[in-house]
């Protein structure tokens, strides 16, 4: 008898350390779903550090100003409240394990992206974008057509 308790205890206790470890629970957001959101916080993020850079020169705190609103728009695309993304994010944290699976699609789906576009130097490149990776400011120094939108209103009025 005492036997049979052990086995059933072992067995018991066998099959609740083999449960669901790599879930979530339900009011935490998906690891597909938190890895979108997360990479286009990072797209975003990117954006306007890019925008900072070039030509806006906006303050460090305006900046981030900036970047707050996009990331609720993010929030507000991927249909989750701000408390589910901080509540989500702290369960993540909290486990590092799921954390690093969550970063690294999100890194594996930048990497993507960013192999799509290209390497600079690339013949097939634009030429804006070659020239960017030789000399950071070209489009304020060499002449490039520009489209402009105005200039055939602008013909049309004068020709009538």
Request: glycine residues 4%; charged residues 25%.
């Amino acid at each position: 008898m005492k036997n049979i308790t052990r086995l059933l205890t072992g067995l018991l206790l066998f099959l609740f350390s083999c449960g669901e470890g790599d879930s979530v629970p339900r009011n935490i957001i998906g690891k597909e779903k938190m890895s979108a959101i997360l990479v286009d916080m990072t797209l975003a993020d990117a954006y306007s550090n890019e925008l900072m850079v070039q030509a806006l020169r906006l303050p460090d705190s305006l900046r981030q100003e900036k970047v707050k609103v996009f990331y609720k728009q993010i929030l507000d695309l991927h249909k989750v409240s701000i408390k589910e993304f901080t509540t989500s994010y702290a369960y993540y944290e909290s486990h590092p394990d799921k954390l690093r699976d969550v970063f690294q699609v999100v890194q594996a789906d930048i990497s993507a992206r960013k192999n799509k576009l290209g390497n600079p130097i690339d013949e097939n490149a634009p030429l804006l974008f070659r020239l960017k990776s030789i000399f950071p400011y070209a489009e304020k120094v060499i002449a490039l057509p520009r489209t402009d939108t105005i200039r055939p209103f602008v013909k049309r009025a004068l020709v009538k």
